[in-house]
């Protein structure tokens, strides 16, 4: 019937009920209805004109007295009402007095029941079938029951079942019930065709936004939604494409479900589930959802990966690959905007499952700004289009361009200057790309995203994680063991930070994902130990913005996963690199690696987190500070405390001169801040920290800056002199040379010296230049310091050395030959050594060689650090030569015991302090004073009295060696002489010979 409204018309569905004698038949009635076709209906308070579209005979009763018979029409069936309570359910006629029951007889719905029986102690026979059958045969309108599949244990037996009207769960539960207690079973029901669901009838496009909605008339108590694909099916959960919405119930239908997917790509294709869970009983309805396909990726590859015009013409074969669809797609290459239609290889065995695009282009050598490009683009059956570019490096005439190179096999084409060739190629069991960048002529290191197969799965469930597609607990777990897995194999080195960059992505994406699935502690430790995995890798390869942008992402992704994970009894987890604990109660105090935690609250879970290797590869834009090595985060659960105030007991770092300041994580600058941290008190080894808000905290190690305008005036004048004296010193040697070099034992002094000099003069060159320098400049500088300063010393050893081997061995003088071998090993090739093997240490530890500030070496604290490849080989060169002039001082002392008298006294006084003087500055001696300067406190008075004379003497270094290794030896001084009164002689001859000519020509 239809209803005529002032607003609109509204379609609905009546009964009528005539009473008549048997005269009057009821086909009668039907044709007076549809002869009348509109009726007039009295509301309460408005009048309706009611228009019937359809009339039908429902059912017949023939009463006759007190007794009545009804019957159903065809496509009928008896209500509920009419077969549980007056047990007409299976006959055709009902002989009880239910005529004036309405509804009397039901329209025929086609529902089907599909369950599962385990059994618990017996196995299944014939008449636990017969009990299943009749049990079943109690619902109204049961058609049939098939016993499907039966376990190879015979406990367990699939059936179905068939009914045609709907019932009320109540009633099924109640057989499922009765048949667990007589069977001694566990019993799982699903029904089909209860439910209504409402989905897009027609495809739907891709991108779009859509929407499915389920209802049942009784309310339940749970929803929930499935996706089934080919051989697969998901269960769907919050996410970034899914939106579930299970309150939009009516008074109509008292249980609702609603899912709505946002931007639906091809994995959103297949059929749909939803189901209304309700004791053993779920009520499911399913509807298909097709999508207008576009492809998700599309692979372009090029070959040649370069373009070269310098050959004359050039042409380049491009290759788009997508994964086999079942879209009939309109494709087309653009190249520099002309437009050809593309042709694909078909899926098969040669191309497994992709479709493969081939283009052959030639490429215009007309030189241009413009990048050279191909294009690809799909077009689907609703119009929509999805394109992909691959830029083309051509090498013009006349500019420049990186030339050929061969790595591990892997070969780089000529390029042009400020192009990156990207290469597709990975190894065996990889998946991605490398890339190198021509840097004008000098190609860069290359860059490698080349991850384990495993791995990038890992990452596409995590991703369809987040999105909402299967993101269940179990998925979680599966997630991070494979996760913990792959962590554990060393991959090889070229490839070691793209399965790290990738590890950390999975993190990332599987924090985002817990904001909107509740997470459960069953996967701590697939997660704990994974992420502590991460962190023993050399993070090598990539510059410092990269390795500072993945520890950034990493640190905000375990600490958004340990926030969101659900912890009931857990009472914490520890790993390498990470220890996490948790904490209830108003007072909680806990210790993680040796950081002590204090937090006063009221309510709430504390979950505290230290991590170790994880600081030094953070952004630090504090000047002058070093962080220590570890890390603390911590986060509050289910907590309305709006004021915090956390205590924070960090170990000291043993590093002298150093001040302590108390920092945090800022997530917003991606960098460390002290806003919120106070720093309270401190000892030798303790550094106690107080914040007022949670996040990650850790301590940064402040150098005091000491120098002064005075030491620094003091240092460059002293350099400066320095480097003119030892000039000078060069230059006079290489001048009274021949002289002063008669016997063995004055050569092996003076090459001694002259190797000392140089060193000295080229590393304080190098000091002089360290001003602002770009880092590769400055790398290079420290280099040049670090190995001129200790072949310097090695100098003065071989130096000390010798003099000591003439005092003891006096009648087994050194040969010429000998000393100039050993010589040569110890000051050129062992400095050479310590240098190298010191810059390729930091290298594969993934620590810093050299200070960008300082250009010199770095001092973390006692023992680590690269300064200690210069501090140690230095300080054994110093004791030694100590020692060599103690045995000096002891050999005078001992040559003027016999005569005892005064005056042989006062010479020996003055032949030990000439000694000390001479020696001193030739054997490095003024170096030792460095060392006081690690020993004492910088608030120390002596600290101050040993940093001025620290940098006096050793900035006039080159002057003293002048002074004491050149001018102050009696032969330099003698054939010095000799030279200048050579030289005045000879200008004296020269003027009176002039004089004498010019007397002659006047007379």
């Given at each position: 019937?239809?209803?005529h ?5 509204v ?15 009821a086909t009668?009635?039907?044709l ?10 009295t ?20 009463i ?17 009402e009419?077969?549980?309570?007056h ?13 004036d029951?309405?509804?009397?007889c ?7 029941i599909n ?12 008449d636990k079938?017969?009990q299943?059958v009749?049990?079943?045969?109690g619902?109204?309108?049961f058609?049939?029951l ?6 190879p244990?015979?406990?367990i ?23 667990e ?7 799982l ?7 209504t ?9 891709y ?6 909605k389920?209802?049942f008339k009784e ?8 996706i089934?694909?080919k ?8 996410g ?17 479900t ?5 931007k639906v790509t091809?994995?959103w294709k297949?059929t ?6 309700d ?10 959802l ?24 050039a042409?380049?074969?491009v ?15 653009t190249y ?8 694909s290889h ?12 081939d283009?052959e282009?030639?490429?215009s ?14 077009q689907?059956?609703m ?20 030339s ?11 390029t042009?200057?400020?192009?990156t ?35 990038t799965?890992i ?21 991070f063991g494979?996760?913990w897995?792959s962590?554990?194999?060393d991959?090889?080195p070229?490839d070691?930070v793209?399965?790290?960059?990738a590890?950390?992505n999975?993190?990332?994406?599987m924090s ?23 962190l ?9 913005s ?13 600490e958004?996963?340990v ?12 790993s ?7 904490c209830?109660?108003?007072d ?5 690696l040796?950081?002590?935690?204090t937090?006063?609250?009221?309510s709430?879970l504390?979950?505290?987190v230290?991590?170790?290797n994880?600081?030094?590869r953070l ?21 309305n ?8 007991d ?19 600058a ?12 401190t ?7 107080m914040?007022y ?7 940064l ?19 400066g ?8 010193f060069?230059?006079?040697e290489?001048?009274v040379?021949s002289?002063v070099v008669?016997?063995?034992?004055s ?7 002259v190797?000392?000099?140089?060193f000295?003069l080229?590393?304080d060159?190098?000091f ?6 770009s880092?590769?400049?400055c ?6 310091k670090h190995?001129f ?25 050194l ?8 010589s040569?090993?110890v ?9 190298g ?6 290298k594969y ?10 250009c010199?070496l ?10 200690h ?13 100590l020692f060599?002039?103690?045995v000096?001082?002891?050999?005078l ?16 006084v ?5 000694v000390v ?7 490095g ?10 020993i ?32 102050a ?6 054939e ?12 004296s001859?020269?003027m009176?010979?002039?004089?004498s000519?010019a ?5």
């Open positions: 019937m239809e209803g409204g002032a607003l609109q018309d379609v609905f569905t009546g009964e009528l009920m005539v009473e008549s004698n048997v005269t009057l038949e009668t009635i039907l007076l209805l549809n002869t009348t076709g509109e009726l007039q209906v509301g309460s308070k408005e009048h309706h004109t009611v228009t019937l579209l359809c009339t039908e005979l429902v059912a017949e009763c023939l006759v007295g007190d007794e009545s018979t009804c019957n159903c029409s065809n496509g009928y069936i008896w209500s509920n009419v077969c549980y309570t047990k007409c359910c299976n006959e055709t006629s009902c002989s009880a007095t239910v005529s029951i309405t509804p009397l039901i329209a025929k719905v086609k529902v089907h369950g599962s029986v385990t059994l618990s102690a017996t196995t299944w026979d014939f079938t017969a299943l009749t049990a079943f045969k619902l109204n309108g058609e049939y098939n016993v499907t599949v039966q376990s244990s015979n406990n037996a699939d059936f179905e079942a068939a009914v045609s009207v709907k019932f009320k769960t109540s009633k099924l539960q109640s057989i499922v019930t009765e048949l207690t007589n069977l001694g079973a566990v019993l029901v699903d029904t089909l065709g209860m439910v669901i409402k989905s897009p009838n027609t495809t739907v496009s991108m779009s936004t859509v929407q499915l389920c209802t309310a339940t108590g749970s929803a929930g939604w499935n089934s694909k051989h697969e099916r998901f269960g769907l959960n919050t970034s494409v899914v939106k579930l919405n299970h309150s939009c119930s009516t008074e109509e239908y008292e249980s609702c609603e899912v709505t997917l946002d091809g994995i297949g749909y589930e939803c189901g209304f869970t004791g053993s009983v779920r009520h499911v309805a399913m509807a298909y097709k999508v207008a396909l576009l492809p998700d990726v599309i692979n372009l590859k090029i070959n040649p990966l370069t373009a070269d015009c310098t050959l004359g013409a042409s380049v074969n290759t788009a690959s997508i994964l086999c669809s079942t879209e009939s797609f309109e494709v087309r290459w520099n905007d002309e437009k050809t239609n593309a042709v078909t899926c098969n065995d040669t191309y497994g499952d992709n479709l493969i695009y283009y282009v030639a490429i050598c007309q030189k241009t700004t413009e990048a050279q490009y191909v294009n690809i683009t799909f689907n059956s119009g929509q289009e999805k394109s992909a570019r691959v830029d083309i490096p051509v090498i013009y005439e006349g500019e420049k361009y990186c050929e190179e061969v790595i591990n096999g892997e070969i780089w084409p000529k042009p200057a400020k192009d060739v990207i290469n597709r190629t990975c190894g065996e069991g990889r998946v991605g790309y490398k890339s190198r960048t021509c840097d004008g002529t000098s190609w860069q290191l290359v860059y490698s995203y080349c991850v384990s197969q495993n791995l799965k990452f596409n469930d995590a991703d369809n994680f987040q999105k909402g597609l299967g993101a269940t607990q179990e998925t979680a777990m599966n997630i494979g996760l897995n962590s554990s194999y991959s090889d070229s070691a793209a399965d790290i960059t590890s950390i999975v993190l990332d994406v985002s994902a817990s904001e909107n699935v509740v997470l459960q502690e069953g996967i701590f430790p697939d997660f704990v130990n994974a992420a502590s995995n991460m023993n890798k050399t993070w090598n390869g990539v510059n410092t990269t390795v500072e942008y993945m520890s950034s992402t990493y640190l905000q992704s375990v958004g996963l926030k969101n994970i659900k912890v009931t009894e857990s009472r914490g987890l520890s390498e690199n990470l220890d996490l604990k948790f209830s109660g108003s909680c105090n806990v210790s993680v040796d950081i002590n935690v937090l006063n609250k009221t709430g504390m979950k505290t230290a991590v170790k994880l600081t030094n952004k630090n834009s504090f000047s002058k500070t070093e962080p220590t090595g570890l890390l603390l985060m911590a986060t509050l659960e289910e907590s405390d709006s004021s915090l105030e956390i205590e924070l960090f170990p000291r770092v043993q590093m002298k001169h150093t001040q302590p300041i108390c920092v945090f994580w800022n997530i917003t991606g960098d460390w801040s002290k806003k919120g941290c106070t720093f309270k008190i000892d030798e080894n303790r550094t106690l920290c914040c808000h949670l996040t990650s905290f850790s301590v190690m402040s150098k005091s800056d000491i120098s002064t305008d005075v030491l620094t005036i003091i240092t460059n004048v002293g350099l002199v320095s480097v003119s004296s030892l000039l000078i060069l230059i006079i290489s001048l040379w002289a008669k016997s063995n034992l050569h092996f002094r003076h090459t001694a010296l190797n000392i000099a140089v000295l080229l590393a060159c190098s002089l230049a360290s001003k602002k320098l880092s590769t400049w790398l290079v500088l420290t280099v040049s190995l300063y200790l072949a310097m010393f090695s100098w003065m050893l071989c130096m000390s050395v010798m003099l000591i081997h003439q005092l003891i061995f006096v009648f087994s003088p040969r010429k030959r000998v000393f100039m071998f050993i040569s090993i000051g050129y090739v062992c400095p050479i050594l310590i240098v093997s010191s810059y390729v240490h930091c530890t993934n620590k810093p060689y050299y200070n960008p500030e300082t010199w770095v001092f973390e604290k006692l023992l680590e650090g690269s300064v490849a210069f501090l140690l080989p230095v300080g054994t060169v110093i004791l030694t030569n060599s002039m103690v000096v001082v002891f050999t002392m001992k040559s003027s015991v016999p005569d005892g008298s005064k005056a042989d006294d006062k010479e020996t003055k032949s030990i302090l000439k003087v001479f020696l001193t500055p030739v054997f001696v003024t170096w030792g004073i460095g060392f006081m300067l690690f004492l406190d910088e608030k120390n008075a002596m600290y101050t009295v040993a940093d001025y004379s620290f940098t006096i003497l050793n900035s006039f270094q080159g002057l003293s060696i002048l002074l004491t290794g050149c001018l030896e009696q032969k330099v001084r003698g010095l002489s000799k030279l200048i009164l050579a030289k005045s002689k000879g200008k001859e020269s009176t010979k002039l004089n000519t007397y002659t020509k006047d007379k």
